[in-house]
């Protein structure tokens, strides 16, 4: 053992393989590269510990720094690192005005196509399930993979398990198996991935289901130099759910969609258990309309929450993000007091594969970077870990909605929060497990309450835990015409209502 250990310290050879998994250069630099080219971006120091490593860590570093775009890291530091890229609001902000959720005499007709058109896009394998789950969750601070979390009322199923179900179904109904691209990240994509085989895919077909890492990025300090975790580490984290964009290129998954057809994607993130991994109506008027990125929102709780604003600016549909829209327009009501700007972002998304590729080409994603400060653990000069009490240092993400603004026909369409969002973000208050099975639970209540079963309530709330499978119903519509275990559910009782 301690020979073959031996042997392998030194220069590591060249891997000429190119891992569309873990997304490592074609050409990856050995050490001798790396010793020449890092100082030429003066990221020189991130060696310096090199020499007295052993050879798990000396591969270790290298494949770290083999997976990062140079030229990109010297840019964005001269750009967004040594000083704060100034935000450049459009001049001209307006509210949107987004497709009705029930449509009006006029969209009747419409409507009425684009549910049929979503029917046979499904039906025609054209679309895929795309599911973002590369985040850290620190705010849950659950130990593992956010689509672990146990988080339906009466089961505890698993997120993952919510959305798997949710995706059989809808494959029953088109006749043929939906493919569903999971993007992971290099904290959690072995979990995730085990998890997936430990469950035999929740009944979904393993072949059919593409896994692939997004991008890491390291933190820098204020400076512009890359922050060591340890000797033989970058402090290094996921490069935002906008970087699926990109990972979605680099992985091999839009070449798999191109092979099989696939031509629209109907985007989700792993916190939301209520979200409608498929839409017809949504990807219907999605295609009908010839948008390459769509949209669902839902009218904002209040002027400030702490979700993306959907605005006209300068004519050009975008997002922009609850910190940066002015609190004078966020606050701005009609004279009913209804806000004016009340159009909130969900994350929940349709994308055309043939944008995606486009937002790629040149080699180098068309989205903007993000720059937050934040407390990063890092190693001082001597190795030592210090672990600060401010910022020291600065991370830098991009986000899936600043692709909207350079969609063609981009459309944002109306949806009702209790139908669709209920995010797991935190562990207690706002937008945790308990308000998001509460959530869970006033749904199946009302969705069981619509087709004739009694349900207990205590005040306004439902008195009871209610479940509803996704293989029993996706939408509410579902329900009418089948055959329930209850015609009343008891107060303070629990019901499961099963496949
Ligand atoms: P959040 O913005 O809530 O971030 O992600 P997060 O990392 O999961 O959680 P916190 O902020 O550390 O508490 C929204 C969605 O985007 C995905 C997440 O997995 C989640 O589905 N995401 C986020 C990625 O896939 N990659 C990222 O780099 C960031």
Not at 148 to 164: C, D, H, M, R, S
Not at 399 to 416: Q, R
Request: glycine share 8%; aromatic share 8%.
């Amino acid at each position: 053992m301690g020979l073959a250990v031996k042997r392998f310290v030194g220069e590591l050879p060249v891997q000429a393989v190119y891992d569309i998994r873990t997304n490592i250069l074609k050409k990856p630099m050995d050490i001798a590269v790396l010793r020449r080219k890092l100082p030429e971006i003066g990221q020189g120091h991130v060696l310096r510990f090199y020499e007295s490593m052993d050879s798990s860590g000396r591969q270790n570093l290298i494949r770290q720094l083999q997976s990062l775009d140079f030229q990109n890291i010297a840019d964005l530091v001269q750009t967004h690192v040594r000083i704060k890229p100034a935000i450049a609001l459009p001049a001209g902000i307006e509210p949107v005005i987004p497709f009705p959720h029930t449509p009006d005499a006029d969209r009747r007709q419409l409507y009425e196509d684009a549910r049929k058109r979503g029917g046979e896009i499904l039906a025609e394998g054209k679309v895929g399930a795309f599911l973002v789950a590369g985040g850290q969750g620190t705010r849950l601070g659950y130990e593992g993979p956010k689509g672990e979390y146990p988080i339906t009322p009466v089961k505890n199923k698993p997120l993952f398990q919510v959305f798997a179900e949710q995706l059989l179904a809808h494959s029953r109904r088109a006749g043929r198996t939906i493919p569903w691209y999971i993007m992971t990240s290099d904290i959690n994509d072995m979990q995730t991935r085990a998890f997936f085989h430990k469950h035999h895919f929740f009944g979904y077909e393993e072949e059919s289901v593409f896994f692939f890492q997004q991008g890491m990025m390291p933190a820098f300090s204020m400076d512009g130099r890359i922050v060591l975790s340890e000797q033989d580490s970058l402090a290094l984290s996921p490069d935002g759910h906008g970087g699926s964009l990109r990972a979605l290129e680099k992985s091999g998954a839009l070449a798999d969609m191109r092979r099989r057809g696939v031509e629209h994607l109907s985007y989700f993130q792993v916190d939301n258990p209520l979200v409608y991994c498929i839409d017809q109506l949504f990807l219907g008027l999605h295609e009908i309309t010839g948008s390459e990125m769509s949209s669902k929102t839902v009218p904002k709780a209040n002027a400030m929450e702490r979700v993306g604003n959907f605005v006209m600016g300068d004519g050009v549909l975008q997002v922009i993000e609850y910190s940066d829209l002015p609190e004078s327009l966020a606050t701005q009501t009609h004279p009913d007091g209804s806000l004016r700007f009340n159009a909130g972002s969900i994350a929940i998304h349709a994308l055309r594969v043939s944008f995606i590729e486009r937002l790629n080409e040149g080699g180098r994603l068309a989205l903007p970077w993000h720059r937050a400060e934040k407390k990063v653990p890092c190693l001082d000069d001597r190795g030592q870990l210090v672990k600060p009490d401010k910022p020291n240092a600065v991370k830098l993400e991009q986000f899936v909605f600043d692709a909207i603004p350079l969609a063609k026909n981009a459309m944002v369409y109306s949806t009702e929060r209790r139908d669709e969002f209920s995010p797991v973000k935190n562990a207690e208050g706002v937008d945790s497990p308990e308000t998001c099975r509460r959530d869970q639970i006033r749904r199946g209540a009302k969705w069981l309450k619509d087709v004739g079963v009694e349900i207990p309530y205590r005040g306004k709330e439902p008195d009871a835990k209610i479940e509803i499978s996704p293989l029993k119903a996706v939408v509410a519509e579902d329900l009418r015409g089948k055959t329930l275990p209850t015609k009343q559910v008891k107060a303070g009782g629990s019901v499961y209502i099963g496949e």
